[in-house]
């Protein structure tokens, strides 16, 4: 059900399912399971993405405080790899990344909790992600590193000349250009 991963708070979650002749059932997000394993976050907006190609890069991203969001992650169709990058001061494992494959055939999630950058690169075309925020949409504290900064070392599994980006991602800060507003705080 709730899988830890290096870093501290970014944990992968398998819903259960429901299998029947008909197909399956699952929740997706139950806020009492999630409190079951000491997840208290909550969610106030959930955003869809639709990619045509494979190799299409969205990311590295966070809004900074006072709007930081944690995120619920999850693929409706195709594959992805998802990238958590703890940008915490202070963190022990401050700079360093975890990757997890998402898929819709598993179901699987990432949960990424405030103080990380986010982003994603699709191994399939027609990618359909979908994922829960902990705060709204605030532009003005949105914040973007380039997806290949050669300080993070992120392996995409792609060539990064062959990601698709939007003009913002290509025009991305460096990591090491990054002004982190977060300060370290263990979670559960
Ligand atoms: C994030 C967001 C965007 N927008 C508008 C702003 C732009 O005009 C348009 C596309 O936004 P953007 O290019 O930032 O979309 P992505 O590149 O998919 O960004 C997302 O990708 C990575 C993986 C993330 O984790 C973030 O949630 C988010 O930054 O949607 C909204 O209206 N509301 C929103 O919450």
Same mark, same amino acid.
């Given at each position: 059900?709730?899988?830890?991963? %290096? +870093?501290?708070?970014?944990?992968? /979650?398998?819903? &259960?399912? #429901? ?14 399971? =999630? @409190? %079951?394993? $000491? ?8 955003? !869809? ?10 990311? +590295?991203?966070? !809004?900074?405080?006072?709007?930081? !969001?944690?995120? =619920?992650? &999850?693929? =409706? ?9 703890? /940008? ?13 494959? +998402?898929?819709? %055939?598993?179901?699987? !999630?990432?949960?990424?909790? @405030? ?7 699709? &191994? ?18 949105? $914040? ?7 300080? =993070?070392?992120?392996?995409? $599994? ?6 698709? +980006? ?15 507003? #977060?300060?370290?705080? @263990?979670?559960?």
């Amino acid at each position: 059900m709730i899988e830890k991963t %290096e +870093l501290d708070g970014v944990v992968i /979650i398998e819903p &259960r399912r #429901f299998t029947d002749s008909r197909g399956y059932f699952c929740e997706t997000y139950n806020i009492n399971t =999630l @409190a %079951e394993f $000491g997840i208290t976050t909550t969610f106030v907006q959930d955003n !869809q993405s639709f990619s045509e190609e494979t190799g299409t890069v969205r990311g +590295l991203h966070f !809004q900074a405080p006072p709007a930081a !969001q944690a995120k =619920l992650v &999850r693929v =409706l169709s195709g594959v992805i790899w998802d990238v958590a990058v703890d /940008i915490r001061s202070g963190s022990p494992t401050f700079g360093h990344w975890v990757g997890c494959e +998402l898929s819709a %055939e598993k179901g699987n !999630q990432l949960l990424i909790p @405030a103080g990380y950058l986010h982003g994603f690169v699709t &191994r399939t075309p027609k990618c359909t992600v979908a994922y829960k925020c902990s705060a709204p949409y605030t532009p003005a504290t949105e $914040g973007a590193v380039r997806f290949d900064d050669p300080d =993070l070392a992120i392996d995409w $599994g792609i060539r990064p000349e062959d990601a698709v +980006l939007s003009d913002k991602d290509a025009a991305a800060a460096a990591f090491a250009d990054l002004n982190t507003p #977060f300060t370290y705080e @263990a979670h559960p």
